[in-house]
T-cell receptor
Framework: DAGITQSPRHKVTETGTPVTLRCHQT?????MYWYRQDPGHGLRLIHY???????DKGEVSDGYSVSRSKTEDFLLTLESATSSQTSVYFC?????????FGEGSRLTVL | RKEVEQDPGPFNVPEGATVAFNCTYS??????FFWYRQDCRKEPKLLMS???SGNEDGRFTAQLNRASQYISLLIRDSKLSDSATYLC?????????FGTGTRLLVSP
């Protein structure tokens, strides 16, 4: 299995609070991604990175920011969490459709 | 029309059965196709790529029909452990789109 770890794995927070999810990889892969998965929507891309300090938006980027200061770490930040951001968040590495996912971070915003 | 569509199922089959499901896509310029498997409350895992000429990996066969714009996944001799949700992935214009998945339940 690809060395991808996400933290925290579970988090409950309140509306309006900031939240940061961390993705750590040991594969030295250039590309990293953050997805969210919701019933009826499948996996949707939030942001991705193609190198240190190189990031770009996905299809559902509003309300999220990312940072990548090291190859191995990709952080997803919700500046002010809302209930609509309750979801399961997956980090992934890879390219050309062959992606390897972390175990997911389940976020509940009350 | 959604970019990628899958029948959500569930497909309920007995052990040993053959089952197939499709994934349709709207972008005729789509270039690459994949199947992923996702167990309940787990992360998606790559099952197989889909090649133009079709390809097989053990009990699993993937096929592409460009004319009708769909890919298919056939599972022979179903096992209990095949119970999962199967996601298709379609890539076109450098955009990767996941289907919402088809749930398969294999019973004894």
């Amino acid at each position: 299995d690809a060395g991808i770890t996400q933290s925290p794995r579970h988090k409950v927070t309140e509306t309006g609070t900031p939240v940061t999810l961390r993705c750590h990889q040991t594969e030295n892969h250039r590309y990293m991604y953050w997805y969210r998965q919701d019933p009826g929507h499948g996996l949707r891309l939030i942001h991705y990175s193609y190198g240190v300090k190189d990031t770009d938006k996905g299809e559902v980027s509003d309300g999220y920011s990312v940072s990548r200061s090291k190859t191995e770490d990709f952080l997803l930040t919700l500046e002010s969490a809302t209930s609509s951001q309750t979801s399961v968040y997956f980090c992934a590495i890879g390219d050309t459709g062959e992606l390897f996912f972390g175990e997911g971070s389940r976020l509940t915003v009350l | 029309r959604k970019e990628v569509e899958q029948d959500p199922g569930p497909f309920n089959v007995p052990e040993g059965a053959t089952v197939a499901f499709n994934c349709t896509y709207s972008n005729s310029a789509s270039q690459s196709f994949f199947w992923y498997r996702q167990d309940c409350r787990k992360e998606p895992k790559l099952l197989m790529s889909v090649y133009s000429s079709g390809n097989e990996d053990g009990r699993f066969t993937a096929q592409l029909n460009r004319a009708s714009q769909y890919i298919s996944l056939l599972i022979r001799d179903s096992k209990l452990s095949d119970s999962a949700t199967y996601l298709c992935v379609v890539i076109g214009f450098q955009k990767l789109v996941f289907g919402t998945g088809t749930r398969l339940l294999v019973s004894p």
